[in-house]
């Protein structure tokens, strides 16, 4: 069946989506928290302990995402949601803080565990997109990206549309991520409650994939994304 013809379709994406554009994944060989002393400062406890190392990484990270481009699958997103007929409703829920999905095009996305686009500072809450240059100041304290640290929560606002998506999908995609991962893996278990169509596209599947979903690819999203996403 076409992926066009469903009419509550939600999608979640991971740091595969992002690889063919040049930025490392998270988690697994070669990925970023592979590093143990890049993963300890993404603990939220960093910014008491090390602020300056831990903001400066991940003001590092923003600069290399300035870098690059939105990829194939990002842009075979973006025009899928441009296709779709009025009336129907769909979201991109990424795990990314990348801002790919929006330079890409795509209008209706959660940024689950928030962007490194936006800073804010912690004392006077003041949210915004620093220009480039040093790291950013405010309230005579380093500002902290908006994005979620391990031991943090997830912004109500993310959440509370997640599940509204969720509540009536038809259609659940997941895209070079496993899922299966809590939170997130609350999302196909959903999904299947309303008897949806689960698909997932991932390079690497495992028996809980499997059994979570009821369609696996094995492959690149660049590869699979526009094939599934195309249209006719």
Request: glycine residues 10%.
């Amino acid at each position: 069946m076409d992926l066009g013809s469903y009419r509550n379709i939600v999608l979640l994406t991971g740091a595969g989506i992002s690889q063919a554009a040049g930025l490392p994944t998270y988690r697994g060989k070669g990925g970023l928290w592979s590093d143990p002393e890049l993963a300890a400062l993404v603990y939220v406890e960093a910014l008491a302990t090390r602020r300056r190392e831990s903001c400066g990484m991940l003001w590092d990270f923003r600069r290399s995402i300035a870098g690059v481009e939105p990829t194939v699958a990002h842009q075979a997103l973006a025009a899928f949601e441009d296709r779709l007929p009025a009336g129907a409703n769909f979201l991109i829920i990424t795990q990314n803080i990348d801002g790919l999905h929006q330079r890409a095009g795509s209008r209706q996305v959660v940024e689950y565990h928030g962007t490194l686009q936006r800073w804010h500072c912690e004392r006077c809450r003041v949210e915004l997109e620093p220009p480039d240059g040093d790291l950013p100041v405010h309230c005579e304290e380093l500002m902290r990206p908006s994005v979620v640290l391990f031991g943090e929560l997830i912004p109500p606002t993310a959440e509370l549309a997640a599940r509204r998506a969720l509540r009536h999908c038809d259609l659940f995609v997941a895209i070079g991520t496993s899922g299966t991962v809590w939170p997130a893996a609350n999302f196909v278990r959903r999904a299947q409650l309303n008897g949806a169509r689960r698909v997932l596209i991932n390079l690497e599947l495992d028996d809980e994939a499997h059994d979570a979903y009821g369609e696996c690819h094995t492959g690149t999203a660049d590869e699979l994304v526009p094939k599934l996403f195309g249209g006719s």
